[in-house]
C-alpha cells in the first residue's frame, strides 16, 4: 500500500517547461492510466517519482516520506528503464537476477514462468532483444518486482496483439492476487480503458484532468446536424472538436451529460451520442 | 461473453447487461452460483472493481444475492425480473427508434405492420 503525492513539480529542460507545477495525488491500489500526446510529460514525470530526474521545483512523497535519494522508498517502485541502463553484455536471465538485488521481494520463479508465456528466450543478451521483446523483458520485470507501486511507461511498445492480451490479462491477474498502485502510460487507449479505474490526462506539462473511467465518459457529448442548427445549439457552449461534411456538423461540447438539456436538442432536431474515451482524449489533447 | 470496449455505454453496465443475458438464456440458473468477480475480471481483463460496479447493480436489484465467504447467486424470480424490466425497456430502445428510422425512410404503419408479420412468419418456419 503506498500513497504518491506530488506536489507543485515543475521540471526545465534548458528553455522547455517539461513540467508546470503539476499537483496529484494517486492513491493505494488503484490501476491508472496516464494519457497525452508525444512530448506532453508522461515520461519525465514518471521518471521523477522514481528518481531518474530531479524536479526543478517541487516534491514528490511516497508515504510521506520524499523520493528523492531514498533506498527506502525507491525500493516500493518499479519503474520500466529504458534498453540502455544494463552493462552491454548482459543476458535476460542475468537482468533477472540484477533486479532482484534491488528488489527484496522480487518473485524469480513467477518471472520465468511470465518469460515462458510470453516466450522470451532468457539466454539472449539484452541489447540484442527487438523491441517487442524488450518491452515484453522490461514488463516481466515490473509483475515479478513486488513493488507496491509500478510505473508502466508504454508496455505494450511493439507488442502484438496477442501478446497485448496476455499482458492485459497477467496484470489483472497480478493485481487482484497483490493489489498495488499501476500506473500506465499508452497510446492504445480503447485498448487499455476496461484495465484502467483512473485516467489522468497531461498536456503541455500540465494535469488538466484526473477522474475515474466512468466520470470520464460523461464529460463531453456530441451533437450532430444541420450545422446552422449545431451552431445555434453550441453558441456559448465549449466545443472541443467540429468536423463538417456539406451541411452536415457533429460537433463534440466539453460539458458533464447529465447537465444537457435534452429537449432543446431535440426541439433543434439534432442527434445526441455519447463520445468514446479514445475521442474525447484526442479532443482534449488537440493543440 | 462479449464486451464491446468501443460501445458507449459504460463497461459495469455491459457487464452487468451480460449477466443478465445468461440468466435469461438458463446459461446461469436461478440459485446457483455464478463466476466471482475476480474471476470475471481476469478473464475478459477488466479492472476488479469495474466488475465490482457490474454485480453490485444486479445486487441492488435484488436478481443476484451474495453469500458471505462463498459467492455470488442467481435469485429466485430473477428471470422474471429481468424480463419485466426489459419489457420496460423495450419501448425506448426498440420501439421508438424503430419508428424514427421508418420516418427517414417514409415506410408507412402500414409497411411496418406487415414487416414485422413477415418476420414473425419467418421465424415459425
Redesign the interface.
Known sequence: MSRIEIRNVSKNFNKTNALKNVCLALEPNKIYGLMGRNGAGKTTLLNIISNKLFASSGEVLIDGETAVENDNVQAKIFCMAEKNIYPVNMKVKDGIKWTKEFYPKFNTKYAYELANSFELNTDKKIKDLSTGYNSVFTLILGLASGASVILFDEPVLGLDANHRELFYRELITNYIEQPKTIVISTHLIDEIAEVLEEIIIIKDGEIILSEPVDKVLLLGYKVSGDCTKVDKYTKHKNVIREETMGRFKAATVYQNLDNVDKESIELLGLEIATVKLQELIISLTNS | MQ?N??S?????LQFAEELEDNILKGIFEEETQIPST?EV??K???????AN?GVNVLVDEGIIYKKRGIGMFVSTGARDKIIAKRKNAFYESYILSLLEEAKNLNITKGEIISLIERGCHNEQN
Open positions: 464486451l470496449m468501443s458507449e455505454k459504460p463497461i459495469f475476480t475480471a481476469i475478459f481483463k477488466i479492472n476488479p472493481a469495474t460496479r
